[in-house]
């Protein structure tokens, strides 16, 4: 049997999506597609997404990054977890590490011990017993701290520079053979038949025709949403924030192998340590706070010194009814956007471009694998949706009218589901294809103050003095192992410094 194969492939637009896109495509497919990808200087990118998640570390296997090079150009640092200050209760703070708290016991998590043992009115932190919690106090990172008696590394993901990390990708990806062109699309030319996008038009008259045509044009969402029409759903009345302003300042020290995530009024603050600077944003609902008292805030509220000039960005959380319609497929901004409180888009942008590879198609498309890239997109926004909302949700907090909000909404029936099994049993429902696994999902649910009811019946199986003996030993074992890590700067400065000032 013969196959008509999609033979040209156009990326329109040059962020982290298109070049992530370009990099994973060439990689795989490079040597049976053409991929043109062109971008436009004068347009610019968005400039911000600059904390990552773990599963980033993949991208370093795929491409061959050396992770000190590309720390070193991108100005990053590590991060093991997000900090978060005032979520659940004004004044408190908890740690969303990557990794576990503890370790598991006759194949049961840890936390159903530690609520066994605070019945038992022994006096323990959840916090106590997470490596990167621990680590993170104490401004602290190496590779390969493994401890004895199932102590994991330090599970860790980057901070980085968002526009020095796509222009590395870029180089990664010309050399492989992606072409690039500088310009500004104008247009977009459909089919009369189908409706299939045929070529688009730049600035400079040339037309690029292309099979398969992949939108990273970001917010505007030139190709899916404007050229196809593809609707938007707006999740808003879940993730009620939609605007951020953002800016820099001066680097702080000591160093923190940390994003901040502090809780204010009516939305949240980042901060993101770099090499050479921080990134600061406050995210906020219009709703509930003006432009300027958003952008004082921030201001007031900087690590290091303000650096200017101030940013101010809108955004809608949701995401376009189908991720691929037709022959276009929408990886980035221009798909959907989570907001930014679990630094969760340049993974989705991975796990796109991941997908498109696995289901690359022949020609004509196949309508089957559109609709199951379709189902796999959407089933993973969802799953990292409840996860936010879990945040703004389970609160103490009715002090500002937004919190008030936050903590009457109505929230999807899946998230509602979860929070019941949790508070009811301390059991968590796993879903394979949620990044956020049940050790996360345990952390953020304690840490936003959900105390369960019961916890299974197998942690009776300690007695007092066992568990208190378990504890001692776990604490002995992660002090013991941090005791020798270097400080996240001494880490930084002897193997991946930047010469970015
Ligand atoms: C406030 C905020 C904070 C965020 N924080 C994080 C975070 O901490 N972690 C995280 O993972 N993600 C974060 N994100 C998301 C992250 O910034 C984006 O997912 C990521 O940068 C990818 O953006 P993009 O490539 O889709 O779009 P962009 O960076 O906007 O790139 C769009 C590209 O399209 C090109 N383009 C547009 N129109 C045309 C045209 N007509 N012709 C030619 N080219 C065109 C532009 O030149 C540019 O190259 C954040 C987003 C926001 C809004």
Redesign the pocket.
């Known amino acids: 049997m013969t196959q008509t194969r999609v033979k040209d492939v156009v990326i329109?637009?040059?962020?982290?999506?298109?070049w992530i896109t370009a990099s994973m495509l060439v990689k795989f497919l490079g040597p049976v597609i053409n991929i043109h990808l062109?971008?436009?200087e004068k347009?610019?990118?968005?400039g911000?997404?600059?904390?990552?998640i773990p599963p980033i570390l993949r991208l370093n296997r795929l491409f061959n990054i050396n992770e000190d090079e590309m720390m070193s150009a991108c100005g990053a640092t590590v991060k093991l977890g997000i900090k978060f200050d005032n979520w659940g209760h004004k004044g408190e703070s908890y740690l969303h590490g990557f990794g576990h708290n503890g370790v598991h016991l006759n194949n049961l998590q840890f936390h159903h011990y530690w609520l066994r043992a605070k019945e038992l009115g022994i006096d323990a932190d959840y916090w106590d017993f997470s490596p990167n919690w621990q680590a993170s106090k104490a401004h602290k990172f190496a590779h390969n701290v493994r401890g004895k008696n199932g102590l994991s590394d330090l599970i860790y993901a980057y901070h980085f520079d968002?526009l020095l990390f796509a222009g590395f990708l870029r180089k990664f990806a010309e050399k492989l053979g992606v072409k690039r062109t500088e310009?500004?699309?104008t247009n977009v030319n459909l089919n009369a038949e189908d409706g299939f996008i045929k070529s688009v038009s730049m600035e400079s008259g040339e037309e690029i025709k292309g099979d398969l045509f992949v939108d990273?044009?970001?917010?505007?969402s030139?190709l899916l949403g404007e050229a196809l029409g593809v609707p938007y759903v707006d999740w808003s009345k879940w993730l009620p924030c939609n605007r951020?302003v953002?800016c820099g300042s001066s680097r702080v020290e000591p160093l923190p192998p940390y994003t901040r995530a502090a809780a204010h009024d009516a939305g949240w603050q980042w901060t993101?340590p770099l090499q050479h600077r921080n990134g600061e944003?406050h995210?906020y609902c219009s709703d509930f706070m003006e432009a300027d008292e958003a952008e004082k805030i921030l201001r007031d509220n900087v690590a290091g010194d303000f650096i200017g000039p101030a940013n101010h960005?809108k955004?809608t959380t949701g995401h376009r009814k189908e991720f691929w319609h037709k022959n276009c497929v929408g990886i980035?901004?221009?798909s959907g956007?989570l907001e930014?409180l679990e630094?969760?888009?340049?993974?989705l942008?991975q796990r796109f471009a991941g997908k498109l590879v696995d289901q690359f198609p022949a020609w004509p498309i196949q309508d089957g694998l559109r609709k199951e890239f379709n189902r796999q997109t959407l089933h993973e926004f969802g799953l990292i949706r409840d996860f936010l909302v879990l945040h703004y949700h389970r609160t103490d907090r009715e002090d500002t009218e937004f919190w008030k909000y936050c903590k009457h909404m109505e929230i999807p029936e899946t998230l509602s589901d979860k929070m019941e099994l949790f508070q009811s049993s301390a059991k968590l429902r796993w879903d394979p294809e949620d990044v956020f696994a049940d050790p996360s999902w345990a952390q953020v649910m304690i840490g936003q103050g959900m105390m369960p009811d019961q916890y299974q019946t197998r942690a009776t199986a300690m007695n007092k003095t066992q568990l208190e003996q378990f504890f001692a030993q776990m604490r002995q074992m992660i002090e013991s192992t941090l005791k020798d890590v270097p400080s996240h700067s001494d880490y930084i400065n002897r193997y991946c410094q930047t010469d970015i000032s």
């Open positions: 329109v637009g040059g962020g982290t999506a298109g062109i971008e436009s347009i610019g990118r968005v911000v997404g600059e904390a990552t968002a310009g500004i699309v990273c044009t970001g917010f505007r030139l951020a953002a993101i944003g995210v960005i955004f980035g901004l221009s956007f930014p630094s969760t888009s340049i993974h942008i």
